[in-house]
């Protein structure tokens, strides 16, 4: 937490604390189940009984969607591509996963900004961090559907486990061991 916001909060008296604590509370949940966590919800409802073919189907298709954005859009992988002698018609499967250079924590250091897509607001991007388990944390950058989608697959997950959350639903303890 900034040093700053905790003096803040620090110094506030505890019914204001109380306040802020679940005015953080609100704008978190708005942040995981707005936007679109009811859609992603809806698809992981649906794709999970897909046949295997039905699901390599539209992996394929996001695959050749998310190479035609990376070529266009993040300078990047427009240089990448290049090195490599690349097009985006190279990539039409996952079987052609292999032709793709491997992106290294280095290169994510390295280019940072570069691997931001021009027709993205950086501002609206957050600010993310790996756990550092092979050293140090490496920063990452989300969009609010990542987070959505984030939050839809761990709902999926917790129903899996008969888990049910909302209204009047099951209380969960979580211990993630970093």
Request: glycine share 8%; hydrophobic share 35%.
């Amino acid at each position: 937490m900034n040093p700053l916001v905790r003096q803040v909060y620090d110094g506030l008296p505890a019914p204001l604390q109380n306040a802020v604590v679940s005015g953080f509370g609100w704008w978190l949940d708005r942040k995981r189940y707005g936007g679109r966590f009811r859609e992603y919800q809806s698809f992981l409802e649906e794709s999970q009984w897909w046949s295997p073919e039905q699901l390599g189907v539209w992996q394929d298709e996001r695959l050749r969607d998310i190479v035609r954005h990376a070529f266009e859009q993040v300078p990047f992988y427009q240089r990448r591509f290049a090195d490599y002698g690349l097009r985006p018609e190279d990539i039409q499967s996952r079987d052609d996963l292999h032709k793709l250079p491997l992106l290294t924590r280095k290169d994510i250091i390295e280019h940072f900004d570069d691997l931001i897509a021009r027709n993205v607001s950086r501002r609206s991007l957050q600010l993310g961090h790996t756990s550092g388990t092979t050293g140090s944390p490496l920063e990452v950058l989300y969009d609010a559907d990542t987070t959505q989608l984030t939050y839809a697959m761990l709902d999926r997950q917790y129903r899996w486990a008969g888990v049910n959350f909302g209204h009047g639903g099951d209380r969960v303890a979580v211990l993630r061991v970093t």
